[in-house]
């Protein structure tokens, strides 16, 4: 499968902690990214490498894989980080890029 | 610092082309490549392709492929995004993106530029 789902939506109140799922078939053999974006904004990377955090991005951001699912996890979410988030990969030969369809996250 | 920037808003009639160009600075430029991705308006972002900076390379997405070409002049640190025969489901906004430590395959997108508005109506 060359496809990447991910929920719609995902709702938590401040402080608690947000789950971000993501699945497709090649992510066990394929590395996974996650992006955020405001509305009116660029994405902005916050994961790469599945679990990789990029430079300035908060330590409440992490990734964890397993299997053919991925999760951006973010703890004591805050107000700031409603947005949509993307996961990233590639198909099965590590060439062709893909996204998810988003999912946003609203903050209570 | 670390910049992509890209041309302005475009306007353009069914089965007319457009070019959009993102100019990089602060950065080596012909050390990595320039993926384009694009947003239909109250969509979810789509990855169109990637070209190297560094031989011209490129893949582009099924979806496109045969109606666009991506292009680099590293003597001007520029990529081009060229996409043909445009129909109405073309209007998004276009995005360039590269990576400041190495391949988008290995670092992800971590550069973006600002967007170009690209509208095709009649």
């Known amino acids: 499968s060359s496809e990447l789902t991910q929920p719609p939506s995902v709702s938590v109140s401040p402080g608690q902690t947000a789950r971000i799922t993501c699945s497709g078939d090649?992510?066990?053999?394929?590395?996974s990214y996650w992006y955020q974006q405001k509305p009116g904004q660029a994405p902005v990377l916050v994961m790469y490498k599945d679990n990789e955090r990029p430079s300035g991005i908060p330590e409440r951001f992490s990734g964890s894989t397993s299997g053919t699912t991925v999760t951006l996890t973010i703890s004591g979410v805050q107000a700031e980080d409603e947005a949509d988030y993307y996961c990233q990969s590639t198909d099965s030969s590590g060439i062709f890029c893909m996204f998810g369809g988003g999912t946003k996250l609203t903050v209570l | 610092q670390v910049q992509l920037v890209q041309s302005g808003a475009e306007v353009k009639e069914p089965g007319a082309s457009v070019k959009v160009s993102c100019k990089a600075s602060?950065?080596?430029?012909?050390?990595?490549?320039i993926s384009w991705v694009r947003q239909a308006p109250g969509q979810g972002l789509e990855w169109m392709g990637w070209v190297s900076a560094y031989n011209g390379n490129t893949n582009y997405a099924q979806k496109v492929q045969g109606r666009v070409t991506m292009t680099t002049d590293t003597s001007t640190s520029t990529a081009y995004m060229e996409l043909r025969s445009l129909r109405s489901d073309d209007t998004a906004v276009y995005y360039c993106?590269?990576?400041?430590?190495?391949?988008?395959?290995?670092?992800?997108?971590?550069?973006w530029g600002q967007g170009t508005t690209v509208t095709v109506s009649s």
């Open positions: 090649a992510l066990p053999k394929q590395y």
């Open positions: 993106a590269s990576s400041r430590y190495g391949s988008i395959y290995d670092y992800g997108m971590d550069v």
């Open positions: 602060g950065y080596t430029f012909t050390g990595y490549g």
